[in-house]
């Protein structure tokens, strides 16, 4: 089995292959100050309650966003699978050009979910990844990472609402019936996510028209869920596109 693992700011999200069927995923919160010792057994834990043994793990994919945690999780790795696992970073062989000003720069998660866009639809697309950050991701028809943008994710733009106003609340992430609002929570979210959707349909507008034709577009990243229902611009919505990215890249180091 191969286990892909992506250390996000907010979340370490896991995936496992049993060939090239995903069998399973689990997520747990992102703490920089755990020990080799802590991720171990947190990961340990996570995997008896899914009745999978650390011997059924054969190879291990790493890609991290969050370096402090590295040298940790990858000794977790070692101690629980006694396995080197595959660091997705520049240098390794991924099947597309990155083409941005500086390649070093981009982020292995960006990495992944561009490698399985490409792969799903055999050409040109965007990926848009609704996570921490919302990223914007274009691959041109020749496998060409050229152009990513960044936005803050929707959990910023919601929480950054309640965290610097002395009365607002928080609220849940929903999107009211309409934007009509009547009172503070429903003002807050129609806010929220209209705004959000707002947004999100006004980069993508916009990279079309500067690119100057229509290609596919991928929803992917677990906030990916909110935004995806209220707009025709995205063709699919995969939430496990990056453990599939991974998987490949796996495959082409092999």
């Known amino acids: 089995m191969l286990l892909t693992i992506d250390v996000g700011n907010t979340n ?6 049993d060939g090239d069927k995903l069998i399973t995923t689990f997520r747990f919160i992102t703490k920089q100050e755990r020990t080799s010792d ?14 999978i043994h650390e011997s059924q793990i054969t190879d291990v994919v790493l890609a991290s966003v969050v370096p402090n945690i590295n040298n940790d999780m990858i000794s977790a790795i070692r101690q629980l699978f006694d396995v080197q696992p595959l660091i997705i970073a520049a240098g390794i062989k991924t099947g597309l050009k990155i083409c941005i000003d500086d390649p070093k720069s981009c982020g292995a998660d960006l990495i992944a979910v561009a490698v399985a866009g ?25 496998g060409r990472f050229k152009y990513g943008i960044i936005s803050p994710g929707l959990e910023i733009y919601a929480n950054s609402l309640w965290k610097m106003t002395a009365q607002l609340p928080q609220v849940q992430l929903k999107k009211p019936e309409t934007i009509l609002a009547k009172n503070t929570v429903h003002s807050m979210q129609a806010g929220i996510v209209y705004g959000y959707i707002g947004l999100s ?16 577009i991928i929803a992917t990243g677990g906030l990916g869920r909110y935004i995806y229902p209220e707009t025709d611009l995205f063709d699919q919505y995969d939430p496990d596109l990056a453990y599939y990215g991974m998987k490949l890249i796996y495959e082409k180091n092999r």
């Open 38 to 51: 802590e991720l171990a057994l947190q990961i340990h834990s996570i995997l008896e309650v899914r009745d």
């Open 118 to 142: 490409y792969d799903k639809y055999q050409g040109e697309c965007m990926v848009v990844d609704f996570g921490t950050a919302t990223k914007f991701l274009y691959v041109d028809e020749k």
């Open 12 to 17: 370490i999200s896991c995936g496992i292959f």
């Open 201 to 216: 349909e006004g980069i993508i507008r916009q990279i079309k028209k500067e690119i100057g034709h229509d290609f596919p």
